[in-house]
């Protein structure tokens, strides 16, 4: 990534979810480095970037994405996200309207109904209980379609080590945070374009959640992927990242 030293509206900033990270996004960046500069990061408590003790907010990791941006000096940059990510995605376009060019929402929501909250509690006291086990156990459903994780064993072996490795109490800090996630009555303030993309077979942050974001900001465009669960742009990357670079391609030739 070269961004220093450059402001351009081709700025393109990836946010993950909360289990995933930087390298996630393995099937996307080739694709999307001919045409955008790629800005790949962890947001505090998660991966490579600084661990400190919470509470954390969607409003200060918004602000951490910001100030990120003022370093690279990118004034203006198309965000997107998936999930946790998608959520950061919403709030940073909330936050700084002035410097979002487009909004890319993947796999999210803007706000916990009581079932969500359900699981997320369940994740968040495996996270506590720093079991990497049972966390695996407890999440993985949730995170991938069935037909995937058959199709998949070694994916779903590397994701098994990787969580042997997790900072648990970032985790459970981070769940926490998406806990207080309440969004939906601002959602008809983003003015960016807008697109939501939702795997038709997430049973984590389901259709109504896309549906819910993609109908209350104006004019915002939504994208189901056939068979996917929640991680579509592992399950599907090639619709994904149609679905992507199509949208962020339309936005800059506007």
């Keep these: 990534m070269n961004c220093m030293g450059r402001t351009t509206p081709r700025s393109l900033s990836l946010s993950n979810g909360i289990l995933a990270a930087t390298s996630s996004w393995f099937n996307q960046v080739p694709v999307l480095k001919p045409y955008f500069r790629v800005l790949l990061y962890d947001c505090r408590g998660q991966g490579q970037s600084a661990h400190p003790p919470g509470p954390y907010t969607f409003e200060q990791h918004a602000d951490d994405l910001a100030a990120l941006l003022d370093r690279l000096r990118i004034q203006r940059a198309h965000i997107a996200g998936i999930s946790y990510g998608g959520e950061i995605s919403l709030t940073f376009a909330l936050r700084y309207p002035a410097r979002t060019l487009s909004l890319f929402v993947a796999d999210s929501a803007s706000h916990v109904d009581s079932a969500l909250a359900t699981i997320i509690a369940a994740w968040r006291d495996a996270a506590t209980r720093r079991d990497p086990d049972l966390f695996f156990n407890v999440t993985t459903p949730y995170n991938f379609s069935p037909a995937w994780m058959r199709a998949n064993p070694a994916a779903l072996a590397q994701a098994h080590d990787r969580y042997q490795r997790l900072d648990f109490p970032a985790v459970a800090r981070l769940l926490t ?31 109504e959640f896309a549906q819910l974001i993609a109908d209350a900001i104006p004019n915002a465009e939504l994208h189901l992927i056939r068979d996917a669960g929640h991680a579509t742009f592992w399950e599907r990357p090639a619709e994904f990242n149609s679905i992507l670079l199509g949208f962020l391609r339309k936005q800059s030739r506007g």
Excluded: M, Q, Y
Aim: proline share 6%; aromatic share 4%; net charge neutral.
């Design 177 to 207: 945070c998406f806990l207080d996630l309440n969004l939906t009555e601002r959602l008809s303030e983003i003015k960016a374009p807008t697109c939501v993309v939702v795997g038709e077979r997430d049973v984590l942050k389901p259709r």
